[in-house]
C-alpha cells in the first residue's frame, strides 16, 4: 500500500525514532508544532478514527498505553496534550491514523 506512515513504520522512509514496540512506532514530527512533537502510529495500518472497530481498537489502546511510555522516558512531567485529527475538517493530512503527543510549551484551549 502506498502509505507514508506504513512506510515509516517499516524504516523504508527514515525518521527520528522516540518509541517502538511490536505494535507501536513513535517518531518526531518534521514540522513540530510544540518543542516536543511525537507522531505515534500503529504499525497496522488504519485509515482514521473513524475506521476504528472492535476488531483494531486493541491497537489504539496499544497507542496509549504507549503515550504514557513516552511521557515517562521523555520526563513530560508538567503534561501534554495527545491529538487526532479525523477526516477533512478535523485537517487530517495523512491517511493512516496517528495521534500528535504535544508537550513542553503552554497549549490554548480550545484549540484553533
Ligand atoms: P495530520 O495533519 O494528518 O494530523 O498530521 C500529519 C503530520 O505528519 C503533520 O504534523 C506533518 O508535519 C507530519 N508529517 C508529514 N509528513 C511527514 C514525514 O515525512 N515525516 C515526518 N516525520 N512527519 C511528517
Ligand atoms: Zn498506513
Redesign the pocket.
Known sequence: MDC??CK?AAGE?P??KIYEDETVYA???????APF?A?IIPREHIASANEINEGNSHLIAKVFEAAAKIAKQENLENGYRI???CGED?????GHI?F?LLARRNLQWPPG
Not at 517518531?27 to 508544532?33: E, G, K, L, V
Not at 478535523?90 to 495523512?94: I, L, R, S
Open positions: 507514508l506512515f515509516i522512509i525518521s527520528t517518531f518526531a514530527d518534521i514540522a513540530p508544532a512533537h507522531i491529538v487526532n485529527n478535523g485537517g487530517q493530512t495523512v496517528h500528535h
